[in-house]
């Protein structure tokens, strides 16, 4: 298993990587406080639901997107780029890849992912033949809440994180993905015995990188 300082050089490679193939540094930020985000919210989830490993948590949330800068320049679905990095690695880091974008492990219907995997209909039978034999687990779920709560400047509510993603894609959420989120927001609550929202007043801000030069 992946330690959490492997992750830590692991992303900082992916920065070298990334600046090395024209990465704009003061972009950098984005990526970085997604990410961490997602780590210390997992991790702060673990401790109040108790029955999941907190750093193991935590080391999914941070590498959850192992793929994504790749997936620019291969032009093909990030989890699948995860997936094939760590398969024979660390096969709990591959399965978060895969899993991350599908709430409850469900996928829905290749029209309505096809771009999300480039037009690659074998990509998308791989991820629903995986996700029908893999049924979500707890780490699945949390690391799937999480990914649509932390953005790249903090925590925010799923209807803020929705809006995001329509003025970034120009469409409106679809209704697999809000209703999804909504559904596990509704899971969460009742396990955490508390509203998701009301946590992050108590996890830490100092991880986070500001816009501009803030890369290192
Ligand atoms: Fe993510």
């Known amino acids: 298993m992946f330690s959490k300082s492997d992750a830590h050089d692991y992303?900082?490679?992916?920065?070298?990587?990334d600046l090395a193939h024209g990465r704009e540094p003061g972009t950098w930020y984005k990526y970085h406080?997604?990410?961490?985000?997602v780590g210390y919210l997992a991790q702060k989830m673990a401790d109040v639901l108790g029955n999941v490993?907190?750093?193991?948590v935590w080391i999914l949330g941070v590498m959850h997107d192992a793929g994504k800068i790749h997936e620019r320049l291969e032009r093909r679905f990030h989890g699948l780029i995860g997936y094939d990095f760590f398969k024979d690695r660390d096969f709990d880091i591959a399965r978060i890849s895969l899993t991350h974008s599908f709430h409850f492990n469900h996928i829905p219907s290749y029209d309505k992912v096809e771009r999300m995997f480039f037009g690659k209909k074998e990509d998308y039978e791989f991820v629903k033949d995986f996700l029908e034999q893999h049924p979500a687990n707890e780490y699945d779920k949390i690391?799937?809440?999480c990914d649509s709560l932390a953005n790249c400047s903090g925590y925010v509510t799923l209807e803020?994180?929705?809006?995001?993603?329509?003025?970034r894609y120009g469409i409106p959420v679809p209704d697999y993905m809000a209703c999804g989120a909504n559904q596990l927001k509704d899971y969460f609550d009742k396990r955490l015995g508390c509203d998701i929202y009301s946590l992050y007043s108590e996890l830490p801000a100092n991880f986070m990188l500001k816009s501009g030069g803030d890369y290192k």
């Open 11 to 17: 992303i900082n490679d992916l920065l070298q990587f």
């Open 33 to 37: 406080n997604h990410v961490y985000g």
């Open 53 to 56: 490993n907190s750093e193991k």
């Open 143 to 145: 690391i799937q809440m």
């Open 160 to 167: 803020q994180r929705g809006e995001e993603f329509s003025q």
